[in-house]
């Protein structure tokens, strides 16, 4: 979901089996780390030094991520790419949205109706994403990721008074 160039699951399953990569928070402290217990990533199989350097600079690439890409990036249960926008949009920046989900863990209230108020965003999502924000391992590599990362705020919708301002358009082929 960070859409880092040279980093598929085939790398990633390999550096997770070979100790490299643990939780999210470690793609983007392997340059830091590079060499420094097992060898250098470019003396491995497969890996050279032109390989090497253009991972290490699409992760460095991806270190500024757009806060609907990565709160679908955190892999939370029924919230694809297409809810993870509608609450980027929702919730600017990260940290009313992180804030919103924390107080409304009790499942009542104000912080609670306003999520379900979301249009596309139900009782299914709102109660997957605060059943993740109330794992602690969750917040745990959440935070470990945020200090890594900079999540961007998304530019709310343009109201401009055009007439399709805010709308969506569909294009069919007849």
């Known amino acids: 979901a960070m859409d880092i160039e040279g980093l598929g699951e085939k790398q990633i399953r390999a550096f997770f089996d070979e100790g490299l990569i643990k939780a999210p928070a470690d793609i983007f402290t392997l ?3 590079d060499g420094a217990d097992d060898g250098a990533l470019a003396e491995r199989e497969g890996w050279g030094e032109t390989s090497v350097a253009n991972l290490f ?23 694809g790419q297409s809810n993870a926008g509608l609450l980027a949009r929702s919730y600017l920046p990260f940290e ?3 804030t919103a989900l924390v107080v409304a863990q009790e499942r009542e209230g104000e912080a609670w109706e306003e999520l379900l108020n979301i249009d596309g965003i139900g009782p ?11 794992e602690p391992h969750n917040l745990e590599a959440l935070r470990a990721l945020l200090g890594q990362v900079t999540v961007e705020a998304v530019a709310p919708a343009a109201t401009d008074g055009s007439a399709v301002a805010g709308k969506t358009l569909v294009f069919t082929g007849t």
């Open 96 to 98: 009313i949205f992180e």
């Open 124 to 134: 299914a999502v709102a109660g997957a994403l605060l059943d993740f924000f109330a």
């Open 57 to 79: 600079q699409a992760i460095t690439e991806r270190r500024r991520i757009p806060l609907g890409r990565f709160i679908y990036a955190l892999g939370i249960r029924h919230v």
């Open 31 to 33: 340059e830091a780390r």
